[in-house]
């Protein structure tokens, strides 16, 4: 008789009455031990009562119990039948103990049992979930006719040892078989959602339309799996219109089916939509929501900038009683974050139990976006004494905030301990913080000097860090080297023939100015326009620059007219350097006043109550006209001003910036 655990390097199983402390752990309130429902067996001589506890220790994630009453069950001589070995099998795959499962794998063999399809699907997975594919694949291929229960096995091993490939490979096959036996009896929708999340995994969007087609054939689209994992497959493909089209078509959708939307919009940078999407759940009264959407949802307001919706769903967490967990409390710090509310942030932060290493990076960055760098490093001294050791996304953030905050000492001396003390090699994006963090301190030719020393290709984003700081130092010599690297790496991309136009045009170069401008129109690029947005009262208002579509714009242009003797009284003298392009200094002085966040700071003045905080999101850069209109205007008005652009946090009050016109 095989005795399960009988081998002398394993330890003696205790008495089912007592309790272990392994197993205790990781088992779900409702399961119970196994001294629980040994005390309950009518019959301990019969398999189906032993199945029964067996089964139901599996089904609530105590799977060391459900192994732990395998084993006694067999010293007590008990047969196992059929029903016995998937749920043992299960427990194997879930705790990863193949050497386990291939004992329990021979017990079934000696019995006869393994020729069973229901035994034959169980080791299957049982061999997949325990990455030994070798070995699922010999036993799918053994199995005498297999049904749609053991192909969909094979399928999901796959796809969980990241094979989507080989799992689209299998898919086909059985529709091939099916189609020769004129029936579908292996396809069904279990097999359809293993298929799609194979989709999934490879994100190309031709496979995938040609599963969903292959579905809609077979009628398997109005299962509402199917139709979730559609969303989630077009999701990965990128093809958002099409993910909303399979929520749309739907007959009967879930919580799920609105969660796996939101993600999508939220995950792809279509935040407006993901916020729309959830608010349309909560009033069709679909209020079931996981820490994952919630997570999602956040992330969504933090890009957005929606401080007020951030709000509402902090709320909302509270209420569900999920504010202790950890991945809820992290996206609630880097929305506060970013949504300019440090105070908030840090509230979060310190309420947030059992902090992990992305809840420590999450504040270190958000302390850095603000310019906040000493307090992001006072941070990390904190994160590393608690005996957590920095990641790359950690090393990201320290970089980052040296940049922002000028620390170019500190900054030099991170890059080297992250190979030299925690055997972190740089990565792309720490290159990136560094040559940005040279730039900035005016520092080129030794930035120049790190990109040309590095092992690995740099990319566009090390590049462009470099451009951006000549435009800053009027470099034009390694201005023209760094733009031209742009120009192989992404030819596309209009911003850098701007960025290159704006340092010819600083120098006085027009001709050479007026030459980009005429090489991005012969290449049909189209330069991103700058728009800034601001919530009001729940509400998204969005200005271009010069906009006059917006309702209020006349009395927005009123107040900045108003505005325009006390800006001069202060001692504003227009920049307008930030304009280049070679036209009269009148002209200038135009355009610079209708710059969008000026527009948008306008429109908050006028619109909220004296001493409120406005908050101010732009797509681009901040130019350095406005930069100093709006330090300007924060004492002028008394208001304190939070702008977010592309780079980072402007916080203006008094007459000054949190970021110490260093930027």
């Known amino acids: 008789m095989l005795a399960v655990f009988s081998t002398s390097r394993r330890a003696r199983l205790p008495s089912p009455r007592r309790s272990l402390s392994s197993s205790s752990a990781s088992s779900a309130p409702t399961a119970g031990t196994l001294s629980t429902h040994f005390d309950r067996l009518v019959d301990r001589s019969s398999a189906l009562s032993w199945n029964d506890i067996i089964s139901d220790l599996a089904r609530h994630g105590d799977y060391a119990e459900a192994l732990r009453a395998f084993s006694w069950m067999r010293r007590l001589g008990v047969k196992p039948d059929r029903s016995t070995f998937p749920n043992a099998h299960k427990a194997c795959g879930c705790m990863g103990l193949v050497w386990v499962g291939r004992q329990i794998h021979l017990l079934a063999h000696l019995l006869g049992l393994c020729p069973d399809l229901f035994v034959s699907s169980s080791l299957v997975d049982m061999y997949s979930k325990c990455f030994e594919l070798v070995d699922a694949k010999k036993l799918f291929d053994e199995t005498p006719e297999p049904n749609a229960v053991v192909w969909t096995a094979m399928i999901v091993g796959y796809v969980f040892n990241n094979r989507p490939r080989d799992a689209l490979g299998l898919f086909k096959e059985s529709l091939a078989l099916a189609k020769v036996e004129e029936r579908g009896g292996n396809i069904d929708a279990v097999s359809a959602v293993a298929a799609l999340s194979a989709c999934s995994r490879m994100s190309e969007r031709r496979i995938t339309g040609g599963i969903h087609g292959i579905l809609l054939r077979l009628g398997l689209n109005s ?46 940078g279509r ?26 949802v956040l992330f969504a307001s933090a890009q957005a900038g929606t401080l007020e919706f951030g709000r509402c769903i902090h709320s909302l967490v509270v209420k569900m009683g999920m504010g202790n967990d950890v991945y809820i409390g992290t996206s609630l710090v880097d929305m506060y974050c970013k949504c300019g509310q ?49 990641n790359v996304v950690t090393f990201v953030s320290v970089l980052s905030a040296c940049s922002h905050a000028g620390l170019v000492d500190q900054g030099r001396h991170w890059f080297s301990a992250m190979k030299e003390e925690y055997g972190i090699d740089p990565g792309l994006e720490h290159h990136a913080c560094m040559v940005d963090l040279l730039g900035r301190a005016g ?53 850098y023939f701007v960025l290159l136009s704006n340092i010819y045009a600083g120098a006085g170069l027009w001709t050479e100015a007026k030459r980009m401008r005429v090489e991005i129109k012969s290449r049909g690029l189209v330069k991103p326009p700058g728009y800034s947005s601001i919530e009001l009262r729940g509400r998204v208002h969005l200005f271009l620059v010069g906009d006059k579509e917006h309702p209020d714009h006349e009395e927005v242009y009123r107040y900045l007219e108003m505005l325009g003797p006390k800006l001069t009284s202060a001692g504003y003298v227009p920049d307008t350097g930030s304009v280049f392009h070679d036209i009269d200094q009148e002209e200038k002085e135009s355009v610079l006043g209708v710059h969008s966040e000026k527009l948008a700071v306008g429109f908050g003045m006028i619109k909220t109550p004296p001493g409120t905080v406005i908050r101010v999101i732009k797509n681009l850069r901040i130019c350095g006209d406005c930069h100093t209109v709006l330090k300007l205007v924060s004492g002028i008005e008394g208001r304190e001003l939070v702008v977010r652009d592309s780079s980072r946090f402007h ?13």
Not at 226 to 255: H, P, W
Not at 356 to 362: E, G
Not at 467 to 494: I, M, T, W, Y
Not at 651 to 658: A, I, K, L, R, T
């Open 223 to 268: 299962d509402v799996g199917v139709g979730n994992t559609l969303i989630d497959a077009y999701a990965k493909c990128g093809d958002l219109n099409l993910a909303r089209q399979a929520f749309e078509v739907m007959n009967l959708r879930d919580s799920i089916s609105w969660n796996s939307l939101i993600s999508a919009f939220a995950q792809n």
């Open 271 to 296: 935040s407006t939509e993901a916020l729309s999407a959830f608010c349309e759940m909560f009033s069709r009264g679909v209020v079931e929501s996981s820490a994952t959407t919630l997570s999602a």
């Open 342 to 390: 440090l105070g908030m942030a840090r509230q979060a932060f310190d309420h947030t139990k059992n902090r992990n290493i992305r809840s420590w990076s999450a504040m270190i960055g958000g302390y850095a976006i603000n310019g906040c760098g000493l307090e992001a490093m006072e941070i990390f001294s904190s994160m590393r004494r608690s005996g957590l050791k920095p």
């Open 443 to 495: 520092k080129l030719r030794e930035a120049h000097a790190l990109i040309t020393s590095m092992t690995l290709e740099p990319d566009a984003v090390i590049w462009g860090a470099l451009l951006s700081a000549c435009r800053v130092h009027k470099d034009v010599k390694l201005g023209e080297l760094s733009a031209q690297k742009l120009f192989e790496l992404d030819p596309k991309n209009c911003g």
């Open 651 to 663: 916080h203006f009050s008094n007459g000054q910036c949190s970021c110490g016109d260093y930027w």
